[in-house]
Nanobody, 122 residues
Framework: QVQLVESGGGLVQAGGSLKLSCTVS????????MGWFRQAPGTEREFVAA????????SYADSVRGRFTITRDIAKNTWYLQTNSLKPEDTAVYYC???????????????WGQGTQVTVSS
């Protein structure tokens, strides 16, 4: 069983920043890559960012490109999403997910965390 635990969410004013973390534990934790999705109330879950295991390849949604950065620390089994210049429309529950096979936003996602709430006030 693989477990993903997110942290780092919270309430921030527009223009502010948050750094989300996703720690992976359990059996077979090595994966092809990791991703972040988000879901706002009344909307479908949407892709935010992804990174392959080597860290060389990343993919971002157009809405966050240039403001968000996905990174990873393999030694800590932890992936990060640095969110800058936050906007009220970034308000959502953010989920991390593990890629069984990496293809950017079209990766095969197999395990998901429980999510962390990000709220951006105007």
């Amino acid at each position: 069983q693989v477990q993903l635990v997110e942290s780092g969410g919270g309430l921030v004013q527009a223009g502010g920043s948050l750094k989300l973390s996703c720690t992976v534990s359990g059996r077979t934790i090595i994966s092809a890559g990791m991703g972040w999705f988000r879901q706002a109330p009344g909307t479908e879950r949407e892709f935010v960012a992804a990174i392959d295991y080597s860290g060389r390849f990343t993919s971002y949604a157009d809405s966050v490109r240039g403001r968000f950065t996905i990174t990873r620390d393999i030694a800590k089994n932890t992936w990060y999403l640095q969110t800058n210049s936050l906007k009220p429309e970034d308000t959502a529950v953010y989920y991390c997910t593990r890629a069984r096979a990496y293809q950017g936003r079209y990766s095969q996602w197999d395990y998901w965390g429980q999510g962390t709430q990000v709220t951006v006030s105007s």
